[in-house]
């Protein structure tokens, strides 16, 4: 059973920087190690952010965050990180961290991932 820990959430102003990271362990063997980030409100549903292969060589972005947000990983230290630039009052969401892909499924739905982590709150302020 994979076991995700975010970090790195807060409350920044508009225009400002933050960057997530979620560490992973317990990797099953013989799974892949594809990873992902979500965002979730109370108003719309859970929706994909950005994902990235098992070797970090490829990833994907939601229209939405395409130039301002980078998804990274190092293979080293297991952890994934979600480097967030000229946020906007909009990314305000619980952004959640997802591995394991299941294929077949469009990454950025979140029946597309089989583990989860708990979330980290961002909060972007006008």
């Known amino acids: 059973q994979v076991h995700l820990v975010e970090s790195g959430g807060g409350s920044v102003q508009a225009g400002g920087s933050l960057r997530l990271a979620c560490t992973a362990s317990?990797?099953?063997?013989?799974?892949?190690?594809?990873m992902a980030w979500f965002r979730q409100t109370p108003e719309k549903e859970r929706e994909g952010v950005a994902t990235?292969?098992?070797?970090?060589?490829?990833?994907d972005y939601a229209d939405s965050v395409k130039g301002r947000f980078t998804i990274s990983r190092d293979k080293v230290r297991d952890t994934v990180y979600l480097e967030m630039n000229n946020l906007k009052p909009e990314d305000t969401a619980m952004y959640y961290c997802?591995?394991?892909?299941?294929?077949?499924?469009?990454?950025?739905?979140?029946?597309?991932?089989?583990?989860w982590g708990q979330g980290t709150q961002v909060t972007v302020t006008s």
């Open positions: 317990g990797w099953p063997v013989s799974t892949n190690r594809y």
């Open positions: 997802a591995a394991v892909r299941i294929f077949g499924a469009d990454w950025s739905h979140p029946f597309a991932f089989q583990y």
């Open positions: 990235i292969t098992s070797d970090g060589g490829v990833t």
